[in-house]
């Protein structure tokens, strides 16, 4: 999973973004990777933060989405010892994005319909451009 975020220029993947049927992320902000297996955001706070995203499932649109700019993440790691996270500001708007394609949510389900349609048609006319 690192590698294919990696390749694909992410700072974020949740597993079922590539395929695989389980609750796993990654993360990579600041250098700094993460793997979180059986990940559960235990806490959301601070202030609402509108900030723009884009997403490796819609490359090439962003848009503004409205986050909290601080969470707390529990989970396992890689060898099954449990992992809890403290975040603040982009690895907080990370976490919670990933754990959003975790429950079937993408990014443009946060925005108004119309913003949604204008994404989404621009999202298949740079597929369009590319294909």
Known sequence: MIEAMVRAGG???????????KRIIVLDV??????????????????????????????????????????RLRGTDL???PVEISAEGLLARAIQHEMDHLAGVLFIDHLSTARRQSLLKEYRRLQEESG
């Not at 700072?11 to 049927?21: D, E, F, N, V, Y």
């Not at 297996?37 to 499932?57: H, K, M, Q, T």
């Not at 490359?59 to 989405?65: D, E, S």
Request: glycine share 14%.
């Open 11 to 21: 700072i974020g993947l949740a597993a079922p973004q590539i395929g695989i049927s």
């Open 79 to 81: 060898d099954g010892r």
């Open 30 to 71: 600041g250098g700094e990777f993460h793997v979180v297996i059986n990940p559960e955001l235990v806490e959301r706070a601070g202030d609402d933060d509108d900030a723009s995203e884009g997403c490796l499932s819609v490359p090439g649109v962003y848009a503004n989405v409205s986050r909290k700019t601080k969470v």
